[in-house]
């Protein structure tokens, strides 16, 4: 089994930043493709950014596009998520997945192509 701990999360000013991480631990025998999705209260799961297995591969939801850097290095098991000039509609708990393949191909937005997932990091932008 895999395990995901999600760190970094916090109370921050609008325009400040906070960069997210992801440690995973258990059966990592082969690299997976990783994910940030992001949960505010009252609303569905929504797709953040993602990483391929080696890197090659990185996505971002328009939302936070320019804004978010995802980043990941194998050799710790780690993923972070920078994210800069944060934005109230930011706000959410920041959950950390791993996908169920190594490839995630076009669905890499969907959670359904992820099979583990960290019990998240709460995110609060406000004044």
């Known amino acids: 089994q895999v395990q995901l701990v999600e760190s970094g999360g916090g109370l921050v000013q609008p325009g400040g930043s906070l960069t997210l991480s992801c440690v995973a631990s258990?059966?990592?025998?082969?690299?997976?493709?990783m994910a940030w999705f992001r949960q505010a209260p009252g609303k569905e799961r929504e797709f953040v950014a993602h990483?391929?297995?080696?890197?090659?591969?990185?996505y971002y939801a328009d939302s936070v596009k320019g804004r978010f850097t995802i980043s990941r290095d194998n050799a710790k098991s780690t993923v972070r998520l920078q994210m800069n000039n944060l934005i109230p509609e930011d706000t959410a708990v920041y959950y950390c997945?791993?996908?169920?393949?190594?490839?995630?191909?076009?669905?890499?937005?969907?959670?359904?192509?992820?099979?583990?997932w960290g019990q998240g990091t709460q995110v609060t932008v406000s004044s």
């Open positions: 258990g059966r990592t025998v082969s690299p997976y493709s």
């Open positions: 997945a791993r996908a169920r393949a190594t490839y995630a191909g076009v669905a890499y937005g969907d959670t359904n192509t992820y099979i583990f």
């Open positions: 990483v391929a297995w080696n890197g090659a591969r990185i």
